[in-house]
């Protein structure tokens, strides 16, 4: 990998088709484009049309929540019209809603086979020389914080229907961490996701055996 920047995580000691070494520099700071491509979603033409009989699972931007998590169940299906082979959805890819009012990362994992995302979605897939120097899911949650929040706020474009450009996200700073903080960081936050849905779990149900307890108690009053 030529041309990195000096504030580069690692530096590369290569000849010819071989690279021989990869030292990792650990608290410093590189932008998203030396450790990840960036591709836009599927080229759909217009609004993606469901077919029962379909064969390929497209997740949208309804699919996702702002937790960073994609729910597979509610996905659309639908039939392929390209005869080019798309670029599928690979566990550990971490895709970037870029256009509407909120851009928030989403992490894949458990991709069912055939499934692509829409073009509101940039793809971004680590490097192979990357991996053994940040967590996808680390780099999902440290796009989705406040540092990276507020670099996208100041660099999107438009009015009211605010976007953000492929260069804008490759440009993003990004954080490498020791690998035992970045499972604690997103192990804190597995937690943190799992404890608000037992919490609204416990809100729902308290809200229907009120509702219970209202029509048992009024249901006679007509």
């Excluded at 000691?13 to 450790?35: D, H, M, T, Y």
């Excluded at 670029?87 to 994992?109: I, M, P, Q, R, T």
Aim: aromatic fraction near 8%; include cysteine; hydrophobic fraction near 40%.
């Amino acid at each position: 990998m030529r041309g990195l920047a000096r504030c580069s995580p690692f530096v590369l000691f290569e000849r010819p088709g071989l690279i021989i070494q990869e030292v990792a520099i650990i608290n410093e700071s590189v932008k998203l484009l030396e450790i990840a491509t960036v591709r836009a979603g599927h080229p759909f033409r217009g609004s993606v049309t469901h077919d029962d009989e379909g064969d390929v699972n497209v997740v949208q931007v309804k699919d996702t929540d702002v937790t960073g998590r994609v729910d597979y169940l509610s996905v659309t299906k639908t039939v392929l019209t390209t005869k080019k082979q798309p670029d599928w959805l690979k566990n550990g890819d971490v895709l970037f809603v870029s256009k509407g009012v909120k851009h928030y990362s989403v992490f894949a994992e458990d991709v069912p086979e055939q499934t692509v995302c829409s073009p509101h979605f940039f793809v971004v897939r680590l490097k192979p020389e990357a991996h053994n120097l940040i967590m996808p899911e680390f780099l999902c949650w440290q796009l989705n914080q406040l540092p990276a929040q507020r670099y996208f706020m100041t660099t999107a474009e438009g009015s009211m229907y605010l976007s953000i450009r492929r260069q804008v996200l490759e440009n993003v700073p990004v954080k490498i961490l020791p690998p035992e903080k970045q499972k604690q960081l997103t192990g804190l936050f597995r937690k943190a996701v799992r404890e608000q849905e037992l919490l609204q779990q416990l809100i729902e149900n308290r809200q229907k055996q009120l509702e219970a307890i209202a029509m048992q108690a009024l249901g006679s009053v007509a």
